[in-house]
Antibody, heavy 115, light 104 residues
Framework: EVQLVESGGGLIQPGGSLRLSCAASGFSVSSIYMSWVRQAPGKGLEWVSIIYTGGSTDYAGSVKGRFTISRDNSKNTVYLQMNTLRVDDTAVYYC?????????WGQGTLVTVSS | IQMTQSPSILSASVGDRVTITCRASQNISMWVAWYQQKPGRAPKLLIYRASTLEDGVPSRFSGSGSGAEFTLTISGLQPDDFSTYYCQQYNSYSFGQGTKVEIK
């Protein structure tokens, strides 16, 4: 059974850093594209980042240069390193898998950026 | 690529046929997915490649379109279908703004 479990969220001050983890089971994170999608409180879905099977990455303009996606194949885990966090980065962050459409999602982890 | 989804809110009754539309800012072939999201839950994939039903999704859900205009139709709305729906283009991964289907 495919399962994705996010962790690492919490309360952080503006300008701070946080690393989110997404532990996968039931498949290999190196065999499929893995994405991060976020949802601000009461708002819609926003795609954040993707790591492709070959290891290349892509980012939404709002996070480019501040966030870094990576994976550890030995731990079957995907990460999102978030630096220089801003108040408008406050959201539930989901990891999801899919070669295009996202067919499995984690339960999400809440990141709150506030002073 | 921008995805413009409409309407933002749709009021309907059980048994109704409802249609949600997404327009892309450029041709995206058939690279569109539709998701359902309930409050406090992760989104669930309903349809991919514009019209292919994900395994386990009821056949009352259907998708159509190609190029830049796409629709999600629910034929015979059920109580469990009152949710928020999102389209997504997976050329560059952006989502539509969402449509909340509420009880009339």
């Amino acid at each position: 059974e495919v399962q994705l479990v996010e962790s690492g969220g919490g309360l952080i001050q503006p300008g701070g850093s946080l690393r989110l983890s997404c532990a996968a089971s039931g498949f290999s994170v190196s065999s499929i594209y893995m994405s991060w999608v976020r949802q601000a409180p009461g708002k819609g879905l926003e795609w954040v980042s993707i790591i492709y099977t070959g290891g290349s990455t892509d980012y939404a303009g709002s996070v480019k240069g501040r966030f870094t996606i990576s994976r550890d194949n030995s731990k079957n885990t995907v990460y999102l390193q978030m630096n220089t966090l801003r108040v408008d980065d406050t959201a539930v962050y989901y990891c999801a898998r899919g070669l295009g459409a996202l067919d499995s999602w984690g339960q999400g982890t809440l990141v709150t950026v506030s002073s | 690529i921008q995805m413009t989804q409409s309407p933002s809110i749709l009021s309907a009754s059980v048994g109704d046929r409802v249609t949600i539309t997404c327009r892309a800012s450029q041709n995206i072939s058939m690279w569109v997915a539709w998701y359902q999201q309930k409050p406090g839950r992760a989104p669930k994939l309903l349809i991919y490649r514009a019209s292919t039903l994900e395994d386990g999704v009821p056949s009352r859900f259907s998708g159509s379109g190609s190029g830049a205009e796409f629709t999600l139709t629910i034929s015979g709305l059920q109580p469990d279908d009152f949710s928020t729906y999102y389209c997504q283009q997976y050329n560059s991964y952006s989502f539509g703004q969402g449509t909340k289907v509420e009880i009339k």
